[in-house]
């Protein structure tokens, strides 16, 4: 696994980025799983799949868990009261959706993520998050 000092430094590198949809360069424009999608190749080099095209609306649309079960093919879940700063966390917005945000966590109680009308930020782990926190996964010990 890359140190969690990696795995941070690259999630901070992207703070400011302008917030694109379905877009993952730095400086440029990303959006949640851009982010992500951008800190894994910081680490490993490459992405492990090819990302298809989505809408906005894409897990209310298809009511699947298409962003976890991503999440289960290249990186390792885990616990949520396992979870320590450099990990990936995914989000469900609403309770009967499928999980839609992702972040990388960065501190105990920050975490790095972008969403519409924001440039990629370090955001404070609010009650309001922790209650739409359903996933948790470790970046791989090594490039699955």
């Known amino acids: 696994m890359p ?3 990696a795995i941070i430094s690259a999630a901070r590198s ?13 400086g440029v424009g990303a959006d949640c799983l851009g982010v992500v999608r951008g800190v894994y190749r910081d680490l490993y080099g490459a992405e492990p799949e090819q990302t298809p095209p989505y809408t906005a609306d894409w897990a209310e649309a298809r009511g699947q868990e ?7 093919r290249h990186l390792t879940p885990i616990a949520k009261s396992a979870r320590q700063p450099g990990d ?14 992702a972040a990388i966590q960065v501190t105990d ?8 009308g924001h440039a990629v930020m370090e ?8 209650r739409r926190l359903v996933y948790v996964f470790r970046f791989p010990e090594g490039r699955n």
């Open 66 to 72: 298409t962003l976890r079960d991503a999440a289960m």
């Open 109 to 116: 109680h920050h975490m790095v993520h972008a969403y519409s």
């Open 14 to 26: 992207w703070v400011g980025t302008p917030y694109l949809h379905q877009a993952s360069v730095k």
């Open 88 to 101: 990936v966390l995914l989000f469900r917005m609403l309770p009967k959706n499928p999980a839609k945000h």
């Open 3 to 5: 140190s969690r000092d």
């Open 123 to 130: 955001g404070i782990l609010t009650d309001w998050w922790e």
